[in-house]
């Protein structure tokens, strides 16, 4: 399962993010060429190892994914400028609908359950 996922982040290397909506129950990040990505999960952000402000959608435009690491308990995207995004995948950490979503140009969703 781990692997198929993997394929889905793999696309979001090198996307460029274009806006960060935060709601009460969900954050959703758009990226250039077509991509979604809607987190429901406990995130967190960080850059240059300090956490910061998940108000501030400024720092986070117009940064790309240069790097990603997943595995069944956390997905780490690395933008370009330092900046860090961590998604809880862990069991205890599930809030619903889904942990998250990504979806792709042609309007296909995949869901972390």
Known sequence: M????TKIISNLKGL???????FSDSTR???????????YNPYSIEKNGIDISLEDNELLKG?????????????IFTLNAGIIIHVNLRE???????????????????VWN
């Open 2 to 5: 781990v692997n198929n996922y």
């Open 16 to 22: 460029k993010l274009l806006s960060y909506t935060r």
């Open 29 to 39: 990040i758009i990226f250039d060429k077509g991509w979604e990505m809607i987190i």
């Open 63 to 75: 940064n790309s994914i240069v790097d990603y690491s997943y595995t069944s308990d956390e997905i």
């Open 92 to 110: 205890n950490a599930f809030v619903g609908p889904e942990a998250m979503q990504v979806i792709t140009p042609e309007g296909k969703i995949i």
